[in-house]
């Protein structure tokens, strides 16, 4: 970690293991396949599983730069904001955070953390947030002032790539299919930068008409120069849209605890297994096939939704 900025390697010792955990499923073993959980989940309570995979070379961007002040969006119960305003407060930088929508008279769980650890929220109508989007790297909005450095939403820009190498180099077992949950596909794109050629990694859409995300997953991963063509997202397990869930989806995920004392959020990682589920299920993969889902935190989350 040569030239890392020793307060992100202090918050880093203090994180948890992210471990490997087999599924234990007959009809998984019936058809000749394996399938693993890499609980990132458990790396922190806050900055859990792809946030601080996302966001470490980011900060150590921002830190390497003096910036004193990080800047970010996100919707009212967003996990990315969640752990930036966190880690913010812990490295001794101002935050502030662009919030979708009018500021609610009582605030949520998470804008109340949010606010309790310093952020300066500010509410954006839906169109501005819109425009926001394009802003894609950290000094691209404008108006910004010295020592403000800019994180688009889901911290998706190119340094994020870095981090998520660091959750695939830790996978020490044999595998065929690397499994993530999309928002952004920031973290699939990393995935497909830092497997070896002969694995293929999946991603599954949280968002309904999630078609552009190719694009970007190409944009990002070109940036790069990562010419791995084996990846592909699947569009159809996001229950209606984003943050939409119906009985299938919380049976699924009430079962899959109680079986396998794994907590799951309904928003990324259970939609993903929903889905992983359904392709097994359809005879999707290759008896023999490995297959390593990614657990990718945000269980703050369940706060809003359950
Ligand atoms: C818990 C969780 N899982 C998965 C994702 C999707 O990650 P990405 O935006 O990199 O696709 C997010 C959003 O950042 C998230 O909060």
Redesign the pocket.
């Known amino acids: 970690m040569q030239g890392m900025d020793d307060r992100l390697i202090a918050i880093e010792k203090q994180f948890g293991r992210s471990h490997l955990e087999q599924i234990k499923e007959p009809f998984i073993q019936a058809q000749g396949l394996e399938l693993w959980i890499k609980r990132d989940d458990l790396l922190h309570p806050i900055i ?4 601080w995979r ?1 966001l470490k070379y980011c900060l150590a961007d921002a830190l390497a730069l003096n910036a004193h002040t990080l800047i970010s969006m996100g919707g009212a119960y ?3 904001l969640h752990a930036l305003a966190y880690v913010g407060k812990l490295l001794g930088l101002k935050t502030v955070g662009l919030i979708r929508g009018e500021r609610p008279a009582i605030l949520n769980a998470t804008l109340a953390d949010l606010e309790s650890w310093g952020m300066r929220l500010q509410f954006v109508s839906r169109t501005a947030y819109r425009e926001l989007r394009q802003y894609k790297t950290p000094d691209g909005l404008p108006d910004l002032q010295t020592g403000e450095y800019w994180l688009p939403e ?3 820009m190119s340094l ?1 790539l870095q981090g998520v190498r660091a959750l695939v180099s830790e996978i020490d077992r044999p595998y065929d299919v690397l499994c ?9 794109a990393g995935c497909v930068c830092a497997v070896s050629e002969d694995k293929q990694v999946l ?1 599954f859409a ?1 968002f309904k008409g999630a078609r552009y995300l190719s694009a970007e997953v190409e944009n990002l991963i070109n940036f790069s120069a990562c010419h791995n063509k084996r990846w592909f997202i699947h569009l159809d397990y996001h229950f209606g849209g984003f943050a939409k869930k119906n009985t299938d989806l919380l049976q699924f995920i009430d079962k899959f605890e109680q079986q396998h004392d794994i907590p799951l ?1 309904p ?3 259970g939609k993903m297994l929903y889905g992983l589920y359904d392709l097994i299920q359809k005879g999707y993969f290759v008896s023999g096939q490995k297959i390593i889902a990614v657990h ?3 269980l703050q ?1 369940n706060r809003a939704v359950l």
């Open positions: 859990s599983g792809n946030k996302k967003s996990n990315h889901g911290g998706a994020a993530v949950p999309c928002g952004t596909a920031t973290t699939l991603g949280a959020e928003i990324y990682t990718t935190g945000g989350g």
